[in-house]
């Protein structure tokens, strides 16, 4: 059985940046806390609570004198000012990529254009959250242009995302059957499978290796895998191992 790893499987480079300064800050600093999960994926998140990351839903949960950690996906405006006020210590693990897009949403905002309600409008502007598919956004933008005149549509899917979902598509198309590794609370895993599935039925999401059914690769000759990017190293090297260790393998090509 031949396994093929797509490249730019899991992390990209935001959320392990994010991670890895969770990590630093809590080791440093001992308890840090965050305003929700840190990355879609419960494996990450239990290691990190190990490590003394704390998860708490608002500002006003966070003691005297200890940081929060502002999470790769950006933090609301109002957050950031009442952590300010509050004299909170910021940790900013903000991805660039991510400050991209509201600096082009603030900007579209200044030029008049906000798409608040769908109802027939002379201006808007449209960017995306940055892990969105390209079909979801052209179908959305389909819609849209039969109700904005003036329509300015900016890509900010990032790049990491496009790389990722472009290996999937090459890949899907080549094997017989899929593993697409990731948490099913996130959106990202799920929108990569759903990619995955249109070109290949034979697709199965899983959120690490025990979830492998060996009688998926039967008649299997090409197994494809890949994972969302809140996925860590260590659950792709997991699947790795138990498809290897299910038949005897041909090739590995990474
Ligand atoms: S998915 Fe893209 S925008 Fe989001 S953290 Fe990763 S690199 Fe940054």
């Known amino acids: 059985m031949k396994i093929t790893i797509a490249r730019d499987a899991g992390y990209c480079f935001g959320v392990r940046d994010a991670v890895n300064l969770a990590y630093e800050t809590a080791e440093e600093r001992g308890d840090v806390y965050m305003l929700g999960d840190i990355v879609h994926n419960e494996r990450v998140v239990e290691d990190l609570a190990e490590a003394g990351t704390k998860v708490v839903e608002s500002l006003d949960e966070i003691p005297d004198?200890?940081?929060?950690?502002?999470?790769?996906?950006?933090?609301?405006?109002?957050?950031?000012e009442a952590a300010k006020e509050k004299d909170i210590?910021?940790?900013?693990?903000?991805c660039p990529l991510v400050q991209e897009i509201h600096d082009e949403v603030e900007k579209l905002s200044t030029d008049g254009r906000q798409a608040s309600a769908l109802r027939k409008m002379k201006r808007a502007g449209v960017v995306s959250q940055s892990t969105q598919t390209i079909e979801n956004?052209?179908?959305i933008i389909n819609i849209l242009m039969t109700k904005v005149?003036?329509?300015?549509?900016?890509?900010?899917?990032?790049?990491?995302?496009?790389?990722?979902?472009?290996?999937?598509k090459e890949l899907a198309a080549e094997s017989d059957v899929m593993i697409i590794i990731g948490s099913f609370t996130s959106a990202n895993s799920k929108r990569l499978t759903e990619l995955a599935v249109?070109?290949?039925?034979?697709?199965y999401q899983v959120t690490c290796a025990d979830e492998i059914e060996p009688g998926w690769f039967d008649e299997a000759e090409k197994v494809g895998v890949s994972a969302g990017a809140s996925t860590p190293d260590y659950l792709i090297d997991e699947v790795h191992e138990k498809?290897?260790?299910?038949?005897?393998?041909?090739?590995?090509?990474?």
């Open 243 to 254: 498809l290897k260790a299910h038949s005897p393998v041909t090739e590995e090509v990474f």
């Open 65 to 80: 004198d200890r940081p929060v950690l502002f999470r790769a996906h950006g933090t609301a405006e109002n957050v950031w």
């Open 198 to 203: 249109e070109i290949n039925p034979s697709t």
């Open 149 to 168: 005149f003036d329509l300015h549509f900016i890509n900010t899917i990032c790049f990491p995302t496009k790389r990722n979902q472009e290996q999937i």
């Open 137 to 139: 956004l052209q179908a």
């Open 89 to 94: 210590d910021i940790v900013d693990a903000t």
